[in-house]
């Protein structure tokens, strides 16, 4: 995996680089149906596709991927799909854990545990655990993960330390965040044709650049990221200011 990083894939300059970048990992469904296979066929090719973003995430020099993989609206999809996708991410944990802390991937779960079968949150913990000290690229897996119960499951834990409500700022309120310490995505990429967020971020993508392909996610391969992030370091991000050349 990308170990010899002194050649730039880019000519960019590293600031036009996004340091994290976060992915709506959509369209696996469409993928399949167009192949005429059942959904969670899609579901796999989506999986497997992951393991070449990652390799091209670091090769690109890219420090945090986060990635949307179960919604917490998700629970209201076919028993059957629901069942499937967990067992999937069960079996991703059973067979590549070994090859991703090899490849220095730290694997941080956002999102609630509660509501995820015992054995698979135990999977999930003992993953974080045991990749915790990595530092090549940070993984956030999101599963079963809503932006706003994020933003609730904040405010609770804030109004159970009695926190005084006049030193609240958006620095102290991010701390509680799932997220924390992560720096907000710089670019969230959405593949699968739609442009929303789906409750994906919603705090943390005040300011991210958006970048939606029509592209379905099993498709999605290290050329596809590479326009992503051109197309990203052509953007202006001015955070409400005016622009630099005015
Ligand atoms: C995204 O693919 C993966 C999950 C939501 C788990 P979809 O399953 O939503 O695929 P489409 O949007 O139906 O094609
Ligand atoms: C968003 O995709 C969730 C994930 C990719 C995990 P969905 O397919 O669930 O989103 P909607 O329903 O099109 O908004
Ligand atoms: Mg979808």
């Not at 999937?88 to 490849?103: K, Y």
């Not at 044709?193 to 498709?219: K, M, V």
Request: glycine letters at 6%; proline letters at 6%; a neutral charge.
């Amino acid at each position: 995996m990308g170990q010899e990083m002194s050649e730039q894939p880019f000519d960019l300059p590293p600031e036009k680089i996004p340091r994290h970048v976060a992915i709506i990992m959509d369209g696996n469904g469409r993928w399949a149906q167009q192949r005429g296979l059942p959904r969670l066929a899609g579901h796999r090719a989506g999986t497997d596709n992951l393991r070449r973003i990652l390799e091209a995430c670091v090769e690109f020099g890219i420090e945090i991927l986060t990635i949307y993989a179960f919604s917490t609206e998700n629970w209201n999809r076919p028993p059957r799909e629901v069942r499937g996708l967990m067992s999937i991410l069960e079996r991703v944990i059973d067979r590549e854990l070994e090859s991703l802390h090899a490849q220095g991937v730290q694997i941080r779960h956002i999102g609630r545990m509660e509501g995820i079968e015992p054995r698979l949150q135990k999977k999930i913990r003992k993953a974080v655990e045991y990749t915790k000290d990595n530092d090549r690229l940070i993984l956030n897996v999101a599963f079963n993960y809503g932006g706003r119960a994020e933003i609730l499951d904040a405010c609770r834990r804030i109004m159970k330390e009695g926190l005084d409500p006049d030193t609240l700022d958006e620095e102290t309120f991010s701390r509680y965040l799932y997220t924390y310490p992560c720096p907000d995505p710089d670019l969230v990429i959405r593949t699968g044709g739609e442009y929303r967020l789906s409750n994906f971020l919603l705090w943390q993508a005040a300011y991210s650049e958006i970048y939606s392909t029509p592209t379905f996610w099993p498709d999605f391969d290290k050329e596809e990221l590479r326009k992503a992030i051109l197309e990203y370091a052509r953007r202006e991000r001015r955070f409400g200011r005016v622009p630099q050349k005015a």
